[in-house]
């Protein structure tokens, strides 16, 4: 047939062409990646995808969601896009022991206030050790596949994950117009071995797991690379979706197998702790035959009603766990203990080991923890140790062998001094006058570690996140003296604008070239002054204050709104004021240590200077939007007190809480609402003085359900 010139076509004739253009190569990518079986030349392939790409050019508005331009050899120009995560991607608690599954279920009963009469319905499968992803459907169509990545933001692998057979360009019947399935990536293991053969015989990387093998195959620029590695799919939850077609949560996953998604064949549902863990323990004999890695079982509760209810609690939900199947272990030769010292000064010993395998991944160091633990255990260099890993978790030493030890192996001495800066390194007083199990240099920023390590953590993905600023590239620039402290960062560019140092500039090459900056320095001071903007909880927890993680950074954040409110508070208090101290330890989940540990920061000069000094090169912390904003007790402070008859204590709080407003634990002149239940007492009498809110626990569950 006699081609129309792409100028001459009409609308309907564009898309006509596209979609046909679009049906046939998916034909051709099948029969090329999948079957090795060719169907046409590559010449005739790329013509093909010519012609695809000029209508496309032509009738931009008209490019399909399932366009062959962003499928096998079209590179993204940026690597990965970010993507914001409609719902969060969690993940997940642990139970370790069949006690700490009988407590996960009686907490789940506890918090619904189920009486015994009343069945709890569990589902129970297994724990995919692979790579989380989120595949967004819009009416039917694969339009957008992202990684986890912190929960919130994921990168966009969409054109990766379209080569993945598992995963269906096209959902079969009828499904809601926004669908996102939640799963894991994984591989098998006799792909694995033929990949790493195949690797091995070309020079190529050889993988030390599936898991890695599974995420090097996936996050790869060139999706062409991901098309001929073997990837698999299994489909476990759900993110956003504009209607639910089921109530449980084995309905949903029914819904997927469905819809064309493979769901994984050992699911079951269970009644009971017991029921579940008979499951698990079927399900760890037949692990190794399974033909896949899995690392436990994950339980969650079947009524969607239910799972809603119970909510999440910091980034797992309550209405889910992982029972881990028990670590692996294998003996090797313990050949040295290392110090290192962390950004708060701690000592860390590191075992040194001969490498071994375990569990398919070779092992060259273990944590060690601590002096006691090396003393309880009595290890000594050169013992020929057990080890044990599991999951993702470091290495540890289980036990040593007393008989293969030498006669004369001298006892391990902790050392009394920190290596890094000589300074004295002790072990704290507690309160009670017991000693603190962590050794720690007394050197603070005069020992070179304690600095480096500040300095990562300032930088790190959940802090600063600055692309082209890594771990490497802060020893590198410390050892260079470019940075030496947080705020240096951002007077960088200022600094060397002048006189840059060489690993800045072209070298060699083109001689016009010579000297200018490298795309990668230009690169790096860009991501600098977009990290100048930051959110004020990253910014507190970038400060790395001991004791201050993620989530102590957000509600000091959410409360005061502002750094300059959080040094005010701070300044205040370090003059002596009781009451300003007491406004933060009512925060709830900002406990007495955390207050201790904001004092011990607060107090220092440089640390207060390097918060100025950061703002000074214009850092501007962004304060955080309200979780909820249109609901009736939005950012108000509740405090409940008495019975709740009708609601568990947690499952008020949560709901609160996911409402905007923040539970405290007492009565203030900061309280707005008291929901007082029978046998309420001083609290009552109190909020009746300040002339509050009161409201009872009919009147709350009226205000809980409305809004
Ligand atoms: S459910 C809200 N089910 O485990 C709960 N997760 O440790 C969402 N995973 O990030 C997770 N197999 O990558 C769930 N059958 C399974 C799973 C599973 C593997 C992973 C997942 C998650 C991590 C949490």
């Keep these: 047939m006699q081609q129309i010139l792409v100028s001459d076509l009409t609308e309907q004739q564009a898309a006509d062409e596209l979609a046909q253009l679009a049906a046939d190569m998916q034909a051709y990518d099948i029969a090329y990646y999948e079957n090795d079986a060719p169907l046409i030349s590559d ?129 079969s019947g009828a499904v809601p117009e926004v669908l996102e399935i939640r799963g894991e990536v994984y591989m098998d293991h006799q792909d694995f071995a033929a990949l790493n053969a195949r690797q091995e015989t070309n020079g190529g990387k050889v993988f030390a797991n599936p898991r890695n093998a599974a995420a090097g195959s996936l996050r790869q620029i060139d999706a062409s690379v991901t098309a001929s590695r073997p990837l698999r799919f299994f489909a476990y939850a759900w993110g956003d979706m504009s209607a639910m077609p089921a109530t449980t949560q084995s309905a949903m996953i029914a819904c997927f197998a469905q819809w064309g998604f493979q769901t994984n064949p050992a699911f079951v549902q269970a009644n009971s702790a017991e029921q579940l863990i008979e499951h698990w323990h ?97 290890i000594r260099v050169g013992d020929r140790v057990t080890i044990q890993r599991a999951g993702d978790v470091i290495p540890q030493i289980v036990s040593v062998s007393l008989e293969d030890r030498a006669p004369n192996a001298p006892a391990y001495e902790f050392p009394t001094h920190c290596p890094e800066c000589g300074s004295v390194a002790q072990r704290e007083h507690r309160e009670d006058g017991t000693q603190d199990i962590v050794t720690r240099c007394s050197g603070g920023l005069i020992c070179p570690a304690q600095a480096r390590e500040r300095l990562k953590h300032f930088v790190s993905r959940r802090a600063f996140d600055i692309d082209g600023l890594g771990q490497k590239q802060i020893d590198d620039y410390w050892a260079m003296e470019l940075i030496r402290s947080p705020q240096d960062i951002f007077t960088l560019k200022q600094r060397y604008s002048d006189n840059p140092p060489d690993i800045w500039r072209y070298g060699s090459g083109s001689k016009d070239k010579i000297g200018t900056l490298k795309g990668s320095a230009v690169k790096l001071f860009a991501a600098i002054d977009a990290a100048r903007t930051i959110d004020l909880d990253r910014f507190i927890f970038a400060l790395g204050i001991r004791h201050i993680g993620e989530t102590s950074a957000r509600l000091l954040a959410r409360h005061f709104g502002s750094i300059e409110g959080l040094q005010s508070q701070m300044a205040t208090i370090l003059q002596g004021d009781m009451l300003a101290r007491a406004e933060i330890e009512a925060i709830d989940g900002v406990g007495n240590i955390m207050v201790e540990a904001l004092i011990e920061f607060f107090a220092e000069a440089h640390n207060r200077e390097t918060i100025e000094a950061l703002l000074r090169a214009g850092v501007t912390p962004q304060a955080l939007a309200e979780v909820a904003q249109d609901t009736a007790i939005a950012g108000k402070t509740i405090v409940f007190t008495g019975t709740l008859e009708k609601m568990t204590r947690a499952e008020a709080k949560a709901r609160a809480e996911a409402m905007g407003a923040k539970v405290a634990g007492s009565v203030s002149a900061k309280t707005d609402i008291l929901v007082a239940g029978p046998g309420a007492g001083s609290k009552l009498k109190k909020a009746e003085e300040l002339g509050l809110d009161v409201l009872s626990e009919d009147q709350w569950i009226e205000m809980a359900t409305i809004s």
Excluded: C
Excluded at 60 to 77: F, I, N, Y
Excluded at 324 to 341: C, M, S, W, Y
């Design 43 to 171: 010449a005739d392939y790329d013509a093909l995808r010519q012609r695809n790409m000029a209508i496309e050019a032509q009738f931009p508005h008209l490019k399909r969601a399932d366009s062959p331009s962003d499928k096998v050899g079209s590179k993204p120009s940026q690597a990965f896009g970010k993507v914001e995560h409609k719902v969060a991607m969690l993940s997940l608690g642990n139970a370790f022991s069949a006690d700490d599954v009988v407590d996960f279920v009686a907490r789940i009963r506890k918090f619904l206030s189920l009486d015994d009469s009343q069945a709890l319905a569990m589902t129970a499968e297994p724990k995919i050790d692979g790579l989380s992803a989120s595949l967004r459907y819009e009416n039917g169509v694969f339009v957008q596949g992202a990684t986890r990545g912190d929960g919130q933001v994921g990168e966009d692998i969409t054109a990766n994950l379209k080569q993945v057979p598992d995963i269906p360009q096209h959902l």
């Design 282 to 378: 079927t399900i760890e004999h037949q692990r190794a035959r399974l033909g896949y890695d899995i690392d436990g079982m994950v339980y969650k509760v079947d009524r969607l009603d239910y799972q809603q209810r119970l909510g999440f609690v910091s980034r797992a939900p309550r209405w889910a766990i992982a029972h881990k199947f028990p670590a692996e272990q294998a003996t090797t030769i313990l050949r040295a203990i290392d110090i290192q010292v962390g950004r708060t000064g701690a000592l860390t010993p590191v075992a040194k080991l001969q490498p071994v395998t375990v569990g398919g991944v070779v092992v060259s160091n273990a944590t060690l923890h601590n002096s006691d633990e090396i003393a309880r255990k009595d």
